[in-house]
């Protein structure tokens, strides 16, 4: 008699502490985050989703960042509306949830 024994590894947690950090210019942003449970299974890489909407488009840009990488640096942001971001981390078994969105308004002229 032959027995199989399969053994769930859980997803990764979510990226703990989504940070927009401040710009160097008027329409970048740098984001970073903090690694928490991989879920018994290395980290492959993380996703960043950026989204914003404008009166006339909704755009979205998903990233893919090396696992050694907890930071991104995003250039050539819409100035004068709301951008939202989010990580994901994943690994072999699938992909965490989002971490906590975090938001900027970005000004319509250089600081």
């Given at each position: 008699?032959?027995?199989?024994?399969?053994?769930?590894?859980?997803?990764?947690?979510?990226?703990?502490?989504l940070?927009?950090?401040?710009?160097?210019?008027?329409?970048?942003?740098?984001?970073?985050?903090?690694?928490?449970?991989?879920?018994?299974?290395p980290?492959?890489?993380?996703?960043?989703?950026?989204?914003?909407?404008?009166?006339?488009?909704?755009?979205?840009?998903?990233?893919?960042?090396?696992?050694?990488?907890?930071?991104?640096?995003?250039?050539?942001?819409?100035?004068?509306?709301?951008?939202?971001?989010?990580?994901?981390?994943?690994?072999?078994?699938?992909?965490?949830?989002?971490?906590?969105?975090?938001?900027?308004?970005?000004?319509?002229?250089r600081y």
């Amino acid at each position: 008699m032959r027995v199989t024994y399969y053994l769930r590894l859980p997803f990764p947690e979510r990226p703990d502490r989504l940070i927009v950090n401040g710009t160097d210019t008027y329409n970048s942003v740098s984001l970073k985050w903090f690694v928490t449970y991989d879920g018994n299974s290395p980290i492959t890489h993380f996703f960043v989703t950026h989204r914003y909407n404008t009166s006339k488009i909704t755009r979205e840009t998903v990233y893919r960042v090396a696992r050694d990488l907890l930071e991104l640096h995003i250039d050539n942001l819409e100035v004068g509306v709301t951008h939202f971001f989010a990580v994901e981390a994943e690994n072999r078994v699938g992909k965490s949830d989002s971490a906590t969105v975090a938001k900027t308004i970005t000004s319509t002229g250089r600081y």
